[in-house]
């Protein structure tokens, strides 16, 4: 019922931008949280940012704070995800995900209900 599509994703070299796009199908996005997660080769499944959808309320992880952006277009049904300078160690797949909104867990990914494919993004050095 329920559907997440990333896209946006692709290889580029140190120091560029790229965006990640997450289109969303099947519900609304009022009173609910989006959140972007990414996972690396061989590595955990990590946080990297987050929104509350009505009211825009944002969170970065810290290893990318003041380099991404994240952001959602209410009228699209449509999340977003503004990456600047990037570098090696941001290569990995970026999954997008949906939780309905409470108090604390929006880093967790236990908390996340929907998820969408994964897209793939790629820094060169």
């Known amino acids: 019922q329920v559907q997440l599509v990333e896209s946006g994703g692709g290889l580029v070299q140190a120091g560029a931008s790229l965006r990640l796009s997450c289109a969303a199908s099947?519900?609304?996005?009022?009173?609910?949280?989006m959140g972007w997660f990414r996972q690396g080769p061989g590595k955990e499944r990590e946080f990297v940012a987050a929104?509350?959808?009505?009211?825009?309320?944002?969170y970065y992880a810290d290893s990318v704070k003041g380099r991404f952006t994240i952001s959602r277009d209410n009228a699209k049904n449509t999340v977003y995800l503004q990456m600047n300078s990037l570098e090696p160690e941001d290569t990995a797949v970026y999954y997008c995900?949906?939780?309905?909104?409470?108090?604390?867990?929006?880093?967790?990914?236990?908390?996340?209900?929907?998820w969408g494919q994964g897209t793939q993004v790629t820094v060169s050095s």
């Open positions: 995900a949906f939780r309905y909104l409470s108090r604390l867990g929006y880093e967790r990914v236990d908390h996340y209900n929907y």
């Open positions: 929104i509350n959808w009505s009211g825009g309320r944002t």
């Open positions: 099947g519900l609304t996005f009022s009173g609910y949280e």
